[in-house]
Each structure stands twice: as structure tokens, then as C-alpha cells.
Nanobody, 127 residues
Framework: QVQLVESGGGLVQAGGSLRLSCAASGRSFSNYAMGWFRQAPGKEREFVAGISWGGANTYYADSVKGRFTISRNNAKNTVYLQMNSLKPEDTAVYYC????????????????????WGQGTQVTVSS
């Protein structure tokens, strides 16, 4: 069983920064790619960023490329999302998720490729 717990969300002005964390429990965290997704009110959940099991490879949605950075610390079983230059359209609930497959892809945008999800953390960007 895997548990994912996000933290770090909050209210920030446009142009500001936040750092989200996702702490994972369970074995073999370092064998799985991880992803961040977000869901705004009335919209579908969308892929934000992914990172490979070792952290060497990352992949971003076009909407956040150059502003967000995903990273991980396998010794701490934690994945991060550094968000800079935030915009009102970044307002959403942000979720971390674990890849379904050991040593699986870090660039999959499909929700079905992820099997465990956190409870989400709210990010609100005011204009």
C-alpha cells in the first residue's frame, strides 16, 4: 500500500512562488516515476509535470514549461514541484501521483498510467 501526502499549497499573488511537496510511504519509491497533476473547478484533471524514478529525466506541460520545476529526493521519499511566476490560471487543486509501472515512463499524461494519488493541495493565485 502506498500513501501520498501533498503539502505546500496556499494563496499567492500573481508572479509569486510556491513549493509543493509530496511525501510517499511504502517500499520501492525510487523505482517509480512520479507525476504532478492539477484540476481547476469545472475542468478535467490535467498533467503538469513528470519525473523519472532516478530523477534524471523530467517532462512538463507546455503551460508550465520554464516556470515550474519537478524534482525528487529518493532518500526522503519525497517529490517536489517548485512553481515560479505563478498566474491566476494556475489556480487549481494539485495532486501528486505514482506511476503504475515500475521503471515506467515519466512523460505519460494519461491519468490511467498512475495508480496512487494524494488527497490534493489547493493553490490559489490572485491577480
Amino acid at each position: 500500500q502506498v500513501q501520498l501526502v501533498e503539502s505546500g499549497g496556499g494563496l499567492v499573488q500573481a508572479g509569486g512562488s510556491l513549493r509543493l511537496s509530496c511525501a510517499a510511504s511504502g517500499r520501492s519509491f525510487s523505482n517509480y516515476a512520479m507525476g504532478w497533476f492539477r484540476q481547476a473547478p469545472g475542468k478535467e484533471r490535467e498533467f503538469v509535470a513528470g519525473i523519472s524514478w532516478g530523477g534524471a529525466n523530467t517532462y512538463y506541460a507546455d503551460s508550465v514549461k520554464g516556470r515550474f520545476t519537478i524534482s525528487r529526493n529518493n532518500a526522503k521519499n519525497t517529490v517536489y514541484l517548485q512553481m515560479n511566476s505563478l498566474k491566476p490560471e494556475d489556480t487549481a487543486v494539485y495532486y501528486c501521483a505514482k506511476s503504475r509501472y515500475e521503471k515506467g515512463s515519466w512523460y505519460s499524461r494519461s491519468i490511467s498510467e498512475y495508480d496512487y494519488w494524494g488527497q490534493g493541495t489547493q493553490v490559489t493565485v490572485s491577480s
